[in-house]
C-alpha cells in the first residue's frame, strides 16, 4: 500500500512570492489584490488557524483541499443542508462541515420524509395550525380587497405610530404613554366612525 503523502502546508504559498507594496502604498484604495496575494493570505491563515483550531485528520483534510482550491478558511462553502448557512454572522468552513457530517450521521436510513421533519424540527420550524392558517388567509383576502388608497393612509397611519413610539422611547416615557393608551382604549376618537 502505498504512503500517503506527507503535507506541507508551505506549498500552498505562491513560488517567490513578494508582495507589491510599492504599488500598494501608491494608491491603498485602488490597489487591486492579485491571486498569489490571495493565494498567500488564504495559506497564512490556513497556518494560524490549524495551531489555533482542534480538529481531527479528516477536518484537516477538508478544509486543505477547502483553501487549495482558492477559499479562506473564514469563507461560508456550500452546504448539503439549506438550513445551516441562513445565521449571522456566516458559519465558516470547519463549522459547515461539521454541521454537515452531524446532520449526515443523525438522518442516516431515513425516509424522505422523515429528514424533511428532522430538519424541520432542526432549525425549530413549526407548522402552521388550521387557526393560524385561516387568520392569515383572511388577512390576504382582506389586503387584497382594500382599495390602495385606504392603503396608502393605513401605511401613513402606521409610519405616524412607529415614529412617535420612537419618540416616547427617547423622551423615557413611554411607560406612562402606554398606560395611557390602556386607560383609553375603550374611548372612541374623534371622527371615528368616518371609515
Known sequence: MAKRKIFDIH?????????????FEADPEHYEFS???IAYTNAMELERYEQETPMTP???RALRRWVASGHSVRETPPSRYACVCPSHP???????YRTDKELDKATKGMS??????YLKNYIGYVDETEEERRVRKEKEL????TPNKAKE???ILKRQLHYTWMYLVQEGIWEEADEFVKD????PTLFEDEW
Open 184 to 187: 383609553h382604549m375603550n374611548d
Open 142 to 145: 382582506m389586503h387584497r380587497q
Open 58 to 60: 479528516y477536518e484537516k
Open 90 to 96: 456566516e458559519p465558516d468552513f470547519l463549522e459547515v
Open 153 to 155: 393612509k393605513i401605511r
Open 112 to 117: 424522505a420524509e422523515e429528514r424533511i421533519a
Open 35 to 37: 491571486a498569489d496575494d
Open 11 to 23: 506549498a500552498l504559498y505562491p513560488a517567490d512570492y513578494c508582495f507589491d507594496w510599492e504599488a
